[in-house]
């Protein structure tokens, strides 16, 4: 048969029990302020917070920002706005292309030097070259995305009449 124990064995086994979770959850508490303070860590209950705001700011902001892009994309064509634009980020593009090759040029006349210093740098260069030529396309990629988006900016141009 089994023993019972006495209520006062069942106690200091309680305590105990509830001493150390105490004790682990003040140490957990400790450790997390310490993250926080040392590693500037955003605790979660935060970005659980912050991520359902944004979630429900979206679901009820999206029937009003299709209604704001149909005004918009009217004003864009209606205004010349949107031509405008088209053009801006077309110059934009061909400075970023023109200075890639500059920069791609500098390079190529320093990588054919006979110093390893000078080397190094044309090998930096070269690098920055490629970044721009990258960097030259971020901007009539933007220009499709307003387009796909609602706001008329590429649509508003009549290429025809360009050329």
């Known amino acids: 048969m089994d023993e019972q124990q006495p209520k006062s064995a069942q106690r200091r ?9 105490d004790d ?3 140490k957990y508490h400790a450790l997390k302020r310490l993250m926080v303070e040392t590693c500037g ?22 029937p ?5 892009t149909q005004e ?23 400075g970023m292309f023109l200075l890639a090759a500059f920069r791609g040029a500098m390079a190529w006349l320093k990588m054919g030097s006979a110093r390893s210093d000078k080397k190094k740098e044309g090998r930096d260069a070269a690098r920055g070259a490629v970044i721009t030529f990258c960097g ?28």
Do not use: Y
């Open 13 to 21: 086994i309680s305590d105990r029990f509830h001493r150390l979770a």
């Open 24 to 26: 682990s959850t003040e």
């Open 41 to 62: 860590i955003v605790p979660t209950r935060f970005i659980r917070g912050t991520v359902g705001i944004v979630a429900t700011t979206a679901a009820f902001s999206v």
């Open 64 to 68: 009003v920002a299709a209604q704001a």
């Open 72 to 94: 918009a994309s009217d004003v864009m064509c209606s205004s010349g706005l949107g031509p405008v634009v088209t053009l801006a980020f077309g110059m934009i593009t061909i």
């Open 136 to 163: 030259a396309w971020f901007f009539p990629l933007f220009a499709v995305v307003l387009d796909k988006a609602g706001v008329s900016t590429l649509s508003c141009v009549n290429f025809a009449n360009i050329m």
